[in-house]
């Protein structure tokens, strides 16, 4: 009955759980909590994945407010400020993505780790072999979970496959490549030297 006399309110519309409160003889929190434990989608707040254009704007007022999560999701318009907050947070926990190089690298220092296992990898040592230069903050857990990510994406049955295996067919997807991709250019260097030589 409660979801029932809620919806059938034109109120309902404008999110407004006070005066929604008062009408049916409950809180503006008791509403608010029912509702979104019933699932009821108010017409102001979009629960969908979120847009590009509210991507765009909330990385916008992000910049321009930092953490107010309810200047942010005013200015957004379609979310509220817990959503806002919750983006933010997995952002932050989410990793970035390794470029070419950084995959390549991170696959070199694996294929000479001396196991024969994956969960023989030592994941605090790898970030001591890891170029300073490319991230200094780097740690163990954060290689490990692109490693696993890179590993679930390249290769098919990896679950079948042996750490050797493994390490295999992701150097020769992504360090094969690279590596003629050199080769080439050192050969087209070297003809261009000797056709000044012979000029």
Not at 134 to 162: A, C, T, W
């Amino acid at each position: 009955w409660y979801q029932r006399r809620v919806r059938d309110m034109e109120i309902c519309s404008e999110n407004r759980y006070a005066e929604i409160g008062r009408v049916i003889g409950r809180s503006a929190g008791s509403v608010r909590d029912r509702l979104t434990k019933v699932g009821t989608k108010l017409p102001s707040r979009n629960r969908d994945r979120w847009s590009d254009e509210e991507i765009k704007t909330f990385e916008d007022a992000q910049d321009k407010f930092g953490d107010d999560w309810k200047k942010i999701s005013a200015l957004v318009g379609t979310r509220t400020w817990k959503q806002c907050a919750k983006r933010a947070e997995v952002a932050q926990k989410k990793p970035a993505e390794l470029n070419e190089d950084e995959q390549v690298i991170l696959l070199e220092i694996l294929d000479k780790e001396p196991v024969h296992f994956i969960d023989e990898i030592n994941w605090k040592e790898i970030p001591e072999k890891w170029p300073y230069e490319l991230d200094p903050q780097i740690d163990g857990n954060m290689l490990k979970e692109k490693f696993f990510r890179l590993m679930q994406y390249r290769v098919p049955f990896y679950s079948h496959l042996s750490y050797s295996d493994i390490i295999e067919l992701l150097m020769e997807h992504f360090c094969k490549p690279r590596r003629d991709k050199s080769k080439k250019q050192s050969e087209m260097i070297n003809e261009s030297i000797k056709v000044e030589v012979v000029d």
